[in-house]
C-alpha cells in the first residue's frame, strides 16, 4: 500500500541497523480515562518483514488551540530509543507474523 504525504515514513539507524518509521496515532485525550490515548509509531526493518507498533502514554493535554502533532515534530532521539526498547523487549524484525503491539514509556524506554 502507497504511503501519502500525510503519512510519511523515515529511515533511522539504531545500533547499525536501519529501520523504517511512520507515525501511526497522535495523542487523544477525553475526560474518560479509558478514551486516552498516546502517540503510537510503527516501525519495520528495511530488510525485516515483522512490523512493531510502539505506543507511547498520552501524556499532558496541550492547551486549547495548540496545533496537532506533526511527524517531522516527534524527537529522532525518542524514536531511537523506542526501537532499541522494542528489540530488547523481544520483537524480531526478520520473522514473519503479525505486528507486535509494544508500550513505552514518555521516554521510549
Known amino acids: 500500500m502507497a504511503r501519502t504525504k500525510l503519512n ?8 547499525g541497523e536501519t529501520y523504517v518509521w511512520r507515525l501511526q ?5 477525553s475526560k474518560d480515562p479509558t478514551e486516552r490515548h498516546g502517540m503510537a509509531i510503527v516501525v519495520h ?3 525485516g518483514k515483522r512490523e512493531v507498533v510502539i505506543e507511547f502514554p498520552p501524556g499532558e493535554q496541550p492547551r ?3 496545533p496537532q502533532l506533526k511527524t517531522e ?8 530509543t523506542a526501537i532499541a526498547s522494542a528489540v ?3 520483537w524480531e524484525p ?3 507474523g503479525k505486528p507486535v503491539i509494544i508500550a513505552v514509556d514518555a521516554n521510549g524506554g
Do not use: M
Request: glycine residues 6%; aromatic residues 12%; hydrophobic residues 40%.
Open 94 to 96: 526478520w520473522s514473519r
Open 88 to 90: 530488547a523487549a523481544g
Open 25 to 29: 496515532r497522535t495523542p487523544h485525550w
Open 45 to 47: 526493518h528495511v530488510e
Open 8 to 15: 510519511p515514513e523515515f529511515e533511522i539507524e539504531v545500533d
Open 73 to 80: 515534530q516527534v524527537p529522532r532521539k525518542l524514536v531511537a
Open 64 to 66: 486549547y488551540g495548540a
